[in-house]
């Protein structure tokens, strides 16, 4: 029952910050999954990777419902989103596929330094001129590939570098987090995909798990995850970021912490 409020109220906060920053939560939901699955006895040698194409899937959810929002009020970009989404797609799909070959202890190694980097880049803001416009078919496809690929391996939606991405290419903050939402859809789905074919029949993985994506905690953070993305979007139109992000950035800095403590 524990573990079953502890998702909840991640897939809650996972939501709004999916509506609120343009992330599809898994920055969030990964180390409590992480947690929750090392306090089931699940092995640390599949344990990172159940928390991350778990996070994944619940992304898809969530991703939708932001998205929905977002839409709503004509925040989107849709032409900037055709021209990045089969780039993630495929990076996406490469990320999970290397993933099975990365030991569970590097993975989570690699996730801890993940949320350094992200709560460092939350709370100090972009540091990169701000207008230089997208860049061309082959940077746009570039950029699309590391942000697919890096986004599958820590098992997020990519809006932690998505949406420094966008802005240093010049759109407005409210329709770079917007986008990102978007671009986090196809990159969850297909990261998902790549983990459930990756974790077909290893040992080790709990009950209801179809590869690397388990059912019952992904039913659990789920839920909440799409019940509060909406309310994330409106959030986003109508308060400042700024204390918000640095607050956030303590939140992961201090996960990172637990994180690399094991």
Excluded: K
Aim: glycine share 16%.
């Amino acid at each position: 029952m524990e573990g079953l409020l502890t998702l909840a109220a991640a897939g809650a906060l996972a939501g709004t910050l999916a509506g609120l920053l343009g992330i599809g939560g898994g920055i969030v939901v990964v180390p409590v999954l992480a947690l929750v699955f090392a306090g089931q006895g699940v092995g640390e040698a599949v344990r990172m990777h159940l928390a991350v194409g778990t996070s994944l899937a619940t992304i898809v959810v969530t991703a939708a419902a932001s998205v929905r929002a977002h839409h709503a009020r004509a925040a989107v970009d849709w032409r900037l989103f055709r021209r990045l989404a089969p780039a993630v797609a495929a990076g996406a799909l490469a990320g999970a596929a290397l993933a099975r070959q990365v030991p569970g202890e590097a993975l989570r190694i690699a996730f801890g330094l993940f949320l350094f980097a992200v709560a460092a880049q939350m709370a100090l803001g972009p540091r990169v001129p701000r207008g230089r416009g997208v860049p061309g078919r082959a940077g746009v496809a570039l950029a699309g590939l590391a942000i697919g690929a890096v986004s599958a391996l820590m098992g997020v939606g990519g809006g932690s570098m998505t949406v420094p991405f966008l802005s240093w290419c010049g759109v407005p903050a409210r329709r770079a987090v917007a986008t990102s939402a978007a671009v986090g859809l196809p990159i969850a789905l297909a990261g998902a995909l790549g983990f459930v074919l990756a974790g077909a029949g290893v040992p080790g993985r709990p009950p209801y798990s179809l590869g690397f994506v388990n059912g019952a905690a992904f039913a659990g953070t789920a839920l909440a995850s799409v019940a509060c993305a909406p309310l994330g979007a409106r959030l986003a139109h109508t308060i400042p970021e700024r204390a918000l992000r640095r607050l956030f950035a303590l939140f992961l800095a201090v996960l990172g912490v637990r994180i690399l403590a094991g």
